[in-house]
C-alpha cells in the first residue's frame, strides 16, 4: 500500500527528526547534510504531479510532462523566477508530517490545470524523423509559461517557504545551538580533489620564520592564497608514527592504536614493542579509506601506516575491500638495506683480470673492486679515462656480471649542496622485485688510496596494486627513503663543522638530502599522472632528518651553545628548507583549479643535551630489576620505562605475562614510579629533569593517549631532555647537542605547521592553533565527504569560503 500511494509525508518526518539530531550534535557538516535531505523531499511534495498517479502524463498520452513542467520550464526563465519568486517570512511548524499532507492537497488542486495547458499548448504533431518531439517546441514553452508562470512561482516560493519553516523549526526544536553560519560544502564528490603532503618534523615557529625570510617562497604564496594554522597540537609522544596516525585518522592515540614508533603489545610482557609504523595496530580507518568508502579514488605514497596492506583489502578491517578505490605505495617497511660509505680500507684494488668484453679507454692499468649488496655482486673498474685531464685513477665503472657495459660510470667531483646530478643508479633484484642503489664518488686519488664511495640505502616499493609496481619503478628510477644522515654524523662525510670541518661534509650530506627529494618527487608524478585518485596523500622526511643533526647546536637554549657555529648550521638548515619547499612548490604547480593542497606536519623538533634513562632511576628506587645479563628482570620489576621508547612506563601486570604487580597495588606502583621519576636531578644544576607524570586516566586531557597499546603514565620532561630506554648508564648524562622530539606536544617548538589552499577554501585566512586530529575531518568536508569514521576532530570551518 505504501508502494502505491507514496510515503513522502512520514519521510519528511523522518528526515527532520535526523535534522534536529543534526542541530544537536552541532556538526556544521551533518546538518547540511540533513537539510539537504529535508529540502529535497519537501521541495518534492510542491511539485503538482507529484500529487497524482499520473505523475509524468502516462495515463493520458502526455509522457514527458514531469520533466517539462518541474525542469525544462524552469531552466528555460530561470532569470525572470529568480526575480520574480517572493518565499515569505520562516514560522514554526507543530508537525512535519501534517505539513506535507497540506502542501501534498495544495499540489493536488493545481494538477488538473497543468494538465490542461500542457495538452492545449501543445503543437499539432510529432515529425518522426526528428529526434525530438516537435509537439513541444520554443512556441509551446512560451504558451505553457504564460499559463502555468504564476502557479510555477507561488509553488517555488511556497517551497522555499515551508523548507526554510522547518529548518528554523528544527533548530528551535534542538534548543536553539549557535551554529556557525560561515560553514558551508561548496563541492560536492569527484568535483575537486585533494593532496595532503606531510613534511616530517616542519615545527610550526620554523616555517613561519622560513617564510619571512623568503627561505619558503612556495609555502608563502599558498598562505597567501589559503587557510594557516598558527600550530597544530600533537600526540602523546609527538612522534612521527603517532602523529601521521592522529593526521590521517583525525583520532588521538588511544583511539587510533598508534602509540608511538613502536606501540605496547598488550597480549605480551611490558617488554615486548612493535612497529608503529606498519598498519598492523592501526584501529581507525584513515583518510584514504574514507576516501574509498564514499566513492573516491585515491592515492598514497610513503605515508605511515599503509604497509601491510591486508587491513584495507581482503581483510576488511573498516568495513569492506577497498582495493577498488586505493593504489598503495610504499618502501619503507618490508626489504631495506641501511646506505653505506666505502672507503678505500674496504675497496681494495687489485689488477683487472677477465672481463665479458673490452674494457673502458683507459691510460695505464685498470683496477677492479668488488662490492657485495643485498646478495648481488657488483663488479667495478677504477681507471685513468684518456679523455679527463686528470691523471691517474679518475673514474668509476660499476655494473654486474663482469660486464664492462650496461652500468654506470661515476666522476669525483666536490660536494654540490642540493644538486643530486652527480648520483648514479644501478638497478637490483631483490626480494621478488627492482630497487634501486644510488652511488655518489666524493673523492678518487690518483693512486686509488684514498677513496670516498656513498651508496643510498636500498628499499623495495611494494603496492597494493602489484602490477604498478614495475611501471612505478622505470617512471621514478627507484625510491630513496633517507639521506646520509648517520653517515654524516660518524664523519664519514668528513669532519663536521663542529669537530673543525670546513663545510664539504655539510654539503655532501645536502646532496644526499636532495637525492631523496628528487625521487619522491618522482614517485609523486607517477602517482598524479599514472593512478586514478581524487585523494593523493605523500610525504617527504624532510626537514625532521637534517633538524635531528642540527638542531641541538642551533638552540641557545642548550648548555655549552656556540653563536658563531649555530650561525654557519643556519645556512645548511636553509638549504633543507628550500628542498622541501621546492617539493611543496613542485606539487602546487601540480594542482589544477580543482585541487585542494593542504601541507601538514607530524610533530615540531627541540634542541637536547641531556640524556633521561628512567628505567636506571626505577632500578635505583626498586621498582625494576636487572639480571645477570644485564637485562630487565620481570619477576623482581613492577614497572619499566617502555623499552621501545615512547614516551610512557608500563605497571607490570599479573594480567601480562611475566607480571607480578596485583590489581591491589597499581595505585600504589603509580604513586611510586612519580615520586621514583620526580626525583631525579641533573647533577650538574641540581634542578628536576621531569616536571611530571601524567595519568592518560585523566578525563578531558589533550591529546588523549593510553589504551591498549599505549602506557599507564607519561613523562613530562625539563626542556634540553631526550630519553632513553637503557638500563644501563648514569640515570642523567650529557651528551652531544641533538634534535628531540617526544615528549610535551604542548610546547610551542614541538607542535607542526598547516597550511591548505584551493577550491573553496578561505584566502588569506588564519585558523589559529588547532589539532592534528582536526586536519582529515576538515579535507573531508572540502571533498564533500563524511569524515574519517573514528575522526574526534572538529571541522575548521574558518577554512572554508564564504559566500
Known sequence: DAVEKGRLPWRVGEAYRDLVAAFRAGDPARILAAAAVVSHYEGDAH?????????????TGQTGFHNRWESEMVERYERQLESDVRPAA??????????????????????ESAFTAD?????????ADTPFDDRYDDLYYSKLYARQGRRLRARLAASATDIGSLWL???????????????????????????LVSLDGSAAGLLDDAVARGIMPSLARLRQRGATATSSLSTLPAKTAPGHAALFTGAWSDRNGITGNDVSVPAESVLASDDGYTSTHLRAEPLWVTAARQGLDASVVSATQTFPFGPFLDERRFGGNYGHGLTLMNAYQGVQVPDHVYTAAELPLREAGEWLGELPAHDGSAK????????????????????????????????????PKGGIVLKPSPPRGADPSAFAGLTLR??????????????????????????????????SRPRIEAAAYQASGGFVGNGASRAYERGELGPPLWKGGDGAAERRYLESVALVARQFTRLADFALDRTARDVLVTYLPYPDEALHVWNGYLDPSCPGHDPALASRLRGFVDEVLKIADAYVGHLAARADERTLLAVAGDHGMAGASRLLRPNVALVQAGLAAVDARGAIDLARTKAVYFPGNSGFVLINRRSRPGG?????????????VVTALRGVRDPASGQPAVLDLLDPRAPSREPSSGAANGGDLYLSLVPGYDVSASVKGSVVEEIAPRGVHGLNPERPELQSGFVVAGPGVAAGVSLGPIRQIDVAPTLAALLGLDPPAQATGAILTKTLARR
Open 430 to 463: 631483490i626480494g621478488g622485485g627492482e630497487a634501486a642503489a644510488y652511488f655518489r664518488l666524493f673523492e678518487l686519488s690518483a693512486d686509488g688510496s684514498r677513496i670516498l664511495l656513498y651508496r643510498s640505502g636500498v628499499h623495495l616499493l611494494r603496492s
Open 47 to 59: 511539485v503538482p504531479l507529484h500529487a497524482v498517479v499520473n505523475y509524468d502524463g502516462q495515463l
Open 169 to 195: 523549526s528544527a533548530w528551535d526544536d534542538a534548543g536553539r545551538p549557535a551554529v556557525d553560519a560561515s560553514f558551508r560544502v561548496p563541492y560536492v564528490r569527484r568535483q575537486s580533489r585533494a593532496i
Open 90 to 111: 520562516a514560522r514554526r511548524v507543530a508537525d512535519p508530517v501534517a505539513l506535507t499532507f497540506d502542501v501534498l492537497l495544495d499540489s493536488f488542486s493545481d494538477a
Open 660 to 672: 607480578i604487580v596485583t590489581p591491589e597495588d597499581e595505585d600504589s606502583v603509580r604513586a611510586a
Open 368 to 403: 677492479e673492486i668488488e662490492i657485495e649488496l643485498a646478495g648481488a655482486r657488483i663488479d667495478g673498474l677504477f681507471y685513468d679515462d684518456p679523455g679527463d685531464p686528470a691523471r691517474g685513477l679518475d673514474t668509476l665503472y660499476l655494473g654486474f656480471d663482469r660486464d
Open 119 to 127: 495538452r492545449e499548448c501543445a503543437g499539432p504533431q510529432d515529425l
